[in-house]
């Protein structure tokens, strides 16, 4: 099969930026309205206040947090793709990472309104920043809280400009195709890049430098979001795990979302000589791995609990495999530890439905993962007389303004990646084109062919 | 004295450019870039001297670290309160302040090493330069007086450019 | 390729000698000491040293099983390395028996505890599902060996080589020819590996909760299985580092020329991202426990970082198991320079083992003092010299380097899989 050429990758990839269709349109205009309906519910719990939402006693965090959570933990792939996998020299990141990265970017935007949303008085967030104030009140860099302020902003900066420089090769290629105020636009992000030796030089320096000052950012990040829970006494979130599991959860769900973009993207785009199945089964191996740690942390913990004598910690394990929220939490232990031990199954790991439905229902379990640990952890503390349920159909009305936000998150989310797709190129033109080379030099009958 | 002219040699292959460039550093001249769509390794290494971006990453990550941890430290002194039986200026949790910051500082100090290296943002175009560049060709532009134009010419032929641009 | 029998006369018995004077020198320090009647101190250290020296066992094929799943590319030239410290495994295997003998004096009474310490702590219960747990993960590495050594032990013996003797000729029985034993294997292995991981992980958390974590009842982490495991993957990445630089030095079996800068660079980084990866799990549990500051969580940290003489060791574990390493890895011209890169592993894997020290000792000695001394260097020695024979047995033995056969036929395999993609 003849190989593609420097034009061909361009032309391939950036017809994704054509005139929108029907069908995209439609699609943007379904995220806009999810948006909107967000956006209306969010007015009117501020208007309101927050006790239109479903938390009451004891329950204090309920869905924001874990929709904060499970976009936080989205986030993580894409820098674990681009950075780690770089470090790793895994050459099949290639064609994955760019749009990988975009759905980082947008997840830690879409994560980062939610501690503006479980806020009920929003004007007062400027508190978690520390500034001189002539009270002389500073924030209490002990509490997790704050770490996660400094980890989600790092994140959000690191990854943003990451995403930026990676694409500033990409986006003089479109530069140099465009035309009229298109050109010019692309021409200043792009910096006015040429590929200059000396611009290549310090860009391949610094690449490698944010990959390696990313990597360990990643694991850092939903290590802090872990603390917020870890850090308390309440039984079932006091334990040594929480970080290095949420992390894994992260990666998890994260490498789910990209195979849930990426597989429609691919056909639909069509794309399905650069993003083939190998990479798509490379992935499901990632979650393989992922799903295992996960259902490792779910075993012990709860083997634990029994071990330690807890009585308290012990009857919130009970309580999740039993209680009122049995349910979420065997949708949790299905979809999060099970079934993707389905791909241990090459037929099921290649199969693009498999890939599909299951890439979802991971995300759904993690959902009701975090929504487990949260809700289920607050409701049966240690005194029972302040054990508590959340309900969506309480004091004779029901509590939309939750659901209607955490819609809304999805809608924003989504709503952002289609933009970045007409927008931006989806897959690193350059990163193509060097595999290219690097093909071609392997095969040249005067090189020798590496093990 | 005369105005100092540019010519560009386009070539297919990478490999012929960076002969190019070789031979034509060798000569003397100074004031020469490559370009090429993608990073070629031998490119690169024709370059005289190292990045300076490491040297923006190291400070500033220092700097972020020892930051992050004064920030927290000195401002827990002076608001200065014993928090769940925790020490006002405790350590541990101060690691993961000042780690943040060091990463957050790093990453804000290699961008701007970037920027300085590669000498971004260019605020004029090439004075020479081809579309095809960007694509899928390889580029040798060098500055020089009038009279050097024919044996650069030359020199480029030589190593199989496919086209040769003056300006 | 392999050692002929020129090679195989190049190879001196020295570093043999001193290993088994090591191992003697180790008997004599432990039966002094039993002698004496210095019972704790004396099945402590063996305790201490069995974790060690086992985990650093099973880390070798681990990490070899971790290198052909991840199709490194590099990885080639240091598999063969690593499974050659499996050769302690059934020396191993039979110093369990000491860790049975010891479990009396080291672990404390089971009466007083809650009920259900009193039921997964009964000394019969537990010493049996570990022996059992061990012997399991023991011939899961051995199954996977099988089918890592039969294609280049087969290959060598096709060129006329008589490799491993009878052993080799059961190994390879039912030879289909170097290519189609070199698919089988990569099919098996890759499925072995896969087990062997998982298998790994949940074992090693037993031998942490059971072996470690149960000599203070009290306490309890959920982190520390999996903190013991990462642990050990660290000192198998150092030891991997170091074993290269020996082989490279030594030129065994030929593989000399294949760990090259790249290779050692490789390694250095890879034992970087696993000190990081432990700092990260060993912060993860100190910070939750001092932040919750409970009762049943804090004492067993506090006595190894507060009390004396807990506290110097503690201090020493940080220097050497982390920071050194740590701050000596991040620089390139370390990473690839043999001698620099040997150092830094030993350092570190000096650290781990009185990382494993600190976790053991403080929950049973309860005597004055710090039980540190030439008995426990003795019979330290004593595991060195049994581990280092052990591995230096199979390093002579076993082909280091994949056959040329092998080699081909797997890229003729991955060339036609990778066809008609551009990713």
Known sequence: ????????????????????????????????????????????????????????????????????????????????????????RARWRTSIFRSAEAMTVIAVMTAGLFPFIHLGRVWRVYYLLPYPNQRELWPNFKSPLIWDVFAISTYFTISAIFFFIGMIPDLAVIRDRAKGWRRRIYGVLSFGWRGSDREWQSYLSAYVLFAGLATPLVISVHSVVSWDFAMSIV???????????????????????????????????????????????????????????????????????????????????????????????????????????????????????????????????????????????????????????????????????????????????????????????????????EGLHAKAAHQTPAGEVRP | ???????????????????????????????????????????????????????????????????????????????????????????????????????????????????????????????LWDARLSEDRYGVAVECNPEALELLARIFAEHGAEDVLRA | ???????????????????????????????????????????????????????????????????????????????????????????????????????????????????????????????????????LLAALAGWYLYFSLRPDVGAAREGGERTLGAFGAWLTRDWRGAAAEAKRSRKATAFLGVGLVVAYALVFTLLALDQIMAFDPTWMSTLFGAYFFITNLYGGWAMLAFVAVLARRGNLGGVGAALDGDVLHSLGKLVFSFCFLSLDFFFSQFLVIWYGNLPEETPFVLRRIRQMPWQTVALAVLVFCFVVPFVALLFKSIKRDARTLAAVGLVALAGLWLERFLLVAPSTWHGAGLPLGPLELGVTLGFLGLFGLSWRFAVRRVPLLPAAAVTEALETETREAEEGTHG
């Open chain 1, 1 to 88: 099969m003849a190989a593609l050429t420097y034009r061909e990758v361009a032309d391939k990839v950036l017809r994704a930026m054509t005139r929108p269709g029907p069908v995209y349109t439609a699609l943007l205009g379904l995220c806009v309205s999810l948006v909107a309906l967000g956006g209306v519910a969010w007015a009117y719990q501020i208007e309101t206040g927050i006790g239109v939402s479903v938390k009451t006693n004891p329950v204090g965090w309920s869905l924001y947090i874990t929709t904060f959570v499970f976009w936080v933990g989205i986030a993580h792939s894409g820098t674990l793709i681009s950075a780690i996998l770089f470090l790793l």
């Open chain 1, 235 to 433: 039984p079932g979130w006091h334990t040594t795990i929480f970080a290095p599991y949420f992390v894994a959860g992260a990666i998890h769900s994260g490498f789910a979302m990209v195979l849930t973009l990426l597989i429609p993207l691919r056909r639909i785009l069509q794309c399905e000589d650069l993003i083939t199945r190998r990479h798509l089964e490379n992935m499901a191996k990632v979650i393989i791995l992922t799903g295992l740690i996960v259902g490792y942390a779910y075993g012990l913990e709860f083997f634990l609990a029994w071990y330690g004598g807890n009585k308290a910690e012990y009857d919130v394990f009970v309580y999740r495999a039993t209680g009122h929220y049995a349910v979420e939490y065997w949708i949790m232990v299905t979809c999060n530890a099970l079934l993707p031990l389905a791909f241990f199954v090459k037929k099921v790991r290649t199969s693009l439905v498999a890939l599909f439905v299951l890439s979802i229902l991971i995300n759904v379990g993690m959902w009701f993962e975090r929504f487990v640990i949260i809700v289920t952890s607050l409701s049966h503390e240690y005194l029972p007389h302040g054990w508590g349920e959340i309900h969506l159909f309480a004091a004779g009305e029901w509590k939309w303004v939750d659901l209607a936000i955490v819609a809304g998150s999805f809608g924003w989310f989504f709503m952002w990646f289609l933009l970045f797709l007409k927008t931006l190129p989806w897959i690193s033109i350059t990163e193509v084109r």
């Open chain 2, 1 to 127: 004295m005369s105005a100092r002219q540019r010519i560009l040699g386009v070539f297919e292959r990478p490999a012929d450019a960076a002969a190019a460039v070789r031979e034509v550093r060798e000569r003397g001249f100074r004031e020469v870039e490559a370009y090429s769509p993608v990073p070629v390794e031998e490119l690169i290494a024709a370059l005289p001297g190292k990045p300076p971006v490491r040297w923006f990453t190291l400070l500033c990550g220092l700097g972020g670290f020892v930051g992050g941890m004064a920030l927290a430290v000195l401002t827990s002194l002076i608001y200065n309160l014993v928090v769940g039986g925790k020490p006002p200026a405790a350590f541990v949790p101060y690691l993961i302040i000042s780690f943040e910051s060091t990463i957050l500082l790093g990453g804000l100090g290699t961008l701007v090493g970037l920027l300085i290296g590669a000498r971004l943002p260019r605020r004029k175009a090439p004075p």
């Open chain 3, 1 to 135: 390729m392999s050692s002929g029998p020129e090679t195989r006369k190049r190879t001196t018995l020295g570093p043999e000698l001193l290993l088994g004077l090591a191992a003697v020198v180790g008997l004599a320090a432990f039966g002094t000491a039993l002698g004496l009647g210095w019972k704790v101190r004396a099945w402590q250290v063996f305790h201490v040293n069995f974790l060690f020296w086992t985990g650093l066992a099973f880390a070798g094929v681990v990490l070899s099983a971790v290198l052909r799943l991840t199709d490194s590319r590099w990885g080639f030239a240091v598999r063969r390395l690593g499974e050659c410290s499996a050769a302690f495994l059934p020396v191993s295997l039979v110093l369990y028996l000491g860790v049975v003998a010891g479990h009396g004096t080291l672990a404390p009474d089971v009466q007083p505890l809650a009920h259900a310490k009193q039921i997964w702590l009964a000394p019969a219960f537990l010493l049996m599902r570990d022996g059992a747990a061990l012997l």
